[in-house]
Structures are given as structure tokens and as C-alpha cells.
T-cell receptor, first 115, second 113 residues
Framework: KAGVTQTPRYLIKTRGQQVTLSCSPISGHRSVSWYQQTPGQGLQFLFEYFSETQRNKGNFPGRFSGRQFSNSRSEMNVSTLELGDSALYLC??????????????FGPGTRLTVL | GNSVTQMEGPVTLSEEAFLTINCTYTATGYPSLFWYVQYPGEGLQLLLKATKADDKGSNKGFEATYRKETTSFHLEKGSVQVSDSAVYFCALSDRNTGNQFYFGTGTSLTVIP
């Protein structure tokens, strides 16, 4: 069974630009969550999508948005990039939402560098 | 609210040494607890989990026991190998917050031959 895939793996942008990251969950998984990982803040939850609906959102500004498609693939978008947005963005998929028993399976991440 | 406090690193051990990485948590509900491992340049991999009090998760020689009375989930391994060098994250999920995981800050482990 293929794992979680994320594209692109590396991205370099300049301040003010916008970026779209893509995540394909494990086949059959309907929940996709996004995390930002930085050396200073560690792993922080961005949002979760389940059945094309945002189920939960972390404490990030509105410049960070996402969506999920009918095939469970998800995209996240960051507009008006800032230097502080440089991070590893991780996507995780789970079978379902709303249960604390869920394992999350992580992709390799997209390394975003903002210059 | 929910939070995880994890032992500060980095930790450097000799091969075959005993490993303990401390993890304590605060949760409003009934959390499940997890240990994830991250190798350089990769995403997180689930190492082990426990879903209720007194459960012991184990995998690849690593163990952790869910202790409700001390709100802890310490990771242990009896004899580490060089290949165990990685960053280890303790995490919790709470059914009240769905799939939002709360992670500790991570503990970097280096095992030297």
C-alpha cells in the first residue's frame, strides 16, 4: 500500500508570493491533517479535513488555508508569504476523524524556504 | 488544555546503553498517547502507541507504558543501536479534538559506536 505522498518536496519562494502544497493520503483514508514544523516552534497543527470539510483548525492566520477534494487529496495554500513561513510542512492521513484511537501516517514533508 | 512536555535533548549514548526519554502530558479528556520517530530528511513514523491507562506500547525493542496516575508515557529501550539515532516525539490525541495531535518538542538521540 502506497504511503502518504507530498509534492513538491522542496520549494523556494520570495516574500509576498503565494504557494500551494499537495498531499495524497493513503488509499482509503479520508482524513488529512497538516502540520508546520520549525526548529523554534516544533510541530504545530494547521488544520484537518475530512470528507471535504474542515473539521478543526489550529492557531494560524488566515493566510493559511486548505481544501480537500472528493478523492481525499488535499492542498494547502499560503498567501503573502513571510520569512517566518519557512518550515517543513507535513501532511498526515488517517482512516477517519473524531476518534482518539486514530493513528496518523505522515508524509515526507515539503520543505518551504522563503527568501 | 492539551499539552505534552518532553525531555530536553540532545541525548548522546553509547551503543548498547539503556535509553529513557521522559514524556508527561496534560489532557482535558481521555487521550491516546503516541511516540513518533523522525529520521533525517524524512517525515514522522509511528513507533508505538497506547490508547488507555496501563496499556504498554512496544515496537522494535522500544516500550512505553501509559501511566494515568503520573500522567506520563516515558520511552525506554534496553540496548540502543547506532541505527536508533533520530529525533523522538511524544504526542497525544484527544477524542474531543479529533485528529489534532499535540506534540512534544522532540528529543534528538545520537548513538555512538
Amino acid at each position: 500500500k502506497a504511503g502518504v505522498t507530498q509534492t513538491p518536496r522542496y520549494l523556494i519562494k520570495t516574500r509576498g508570493q503565494q504557494v500551494t502544497l499537495s498531499c495524497s493520503p493513503i488509499s482509503g483514508h479520508r482524513s488529512v491533517s497538516w502540520y508546520q514544523q520549525t526548529p523554534g516552534q516544533g510541530l504545530q497543527f494547521l488544520f484537518e479535513y475530512f470528507s471535504e470539510t474542515q473539521r478543526n483548525k489550529g492557531n494560524f492566520p488566515g493566510r493559511f488555508s486548505g481544501r480537500q477534494f472528493s478523492n481525499s487529496r488535499s492542498e494547502m495554500n499560503v498567501s503573502t508569504l513571510e520569512l517566518g513561513d519557512s518550515a517543513l510542512y507535513l501532511c498526515a492521513s488517517s482512516l477517519r476523524s473524531g476518534s482518539s484511537y486514530n493513528e496518523q501516517f505522515f508524509g515526507p514533508g515539503t520543505r518551504l524556504t522563503v527568501l | 488544555g492539551n499539552s505534552v512536555t518532553q525531555m530536553e535533548g540532545p541525548v548522546t549514548l553509547s551503543e548498547e546503553a539503556f535509553l529513557t526519554i521522559n514524556c508527561t502530558y496534560t489532557a482535558t479528556g481521555y487521550p491516546s498517547l503516541f511516540w513518533y520517530v523522525q529520521y533525517p530528511g524524512e517525515g514522522l513514523q509511528l513507533l508505538l502507541k497506547a490508547t488507555k491507562a496501563d496499556d504498554k506500547g512496544s515496537n522494535k525493542g522500544f516500550e512505553a507504558t501509559y501511566r494515568k496516575e503520573t500522567t506520563s508515557f516515558h520511552l525506554e529501550k534496553g540496548s540502543v543501536q547506532v541505527s536508533d539515532s533520530a529525533v523522538y516525539f511524544c504526542a497525544l490525541s484527544d477524542r474531543n479534538t479529533g485528529n489534532q495531535f499535540y506534540f512534544g518538542t522532540g528529543t534528538s538521540l545520537t548513538v555512538i559506536p
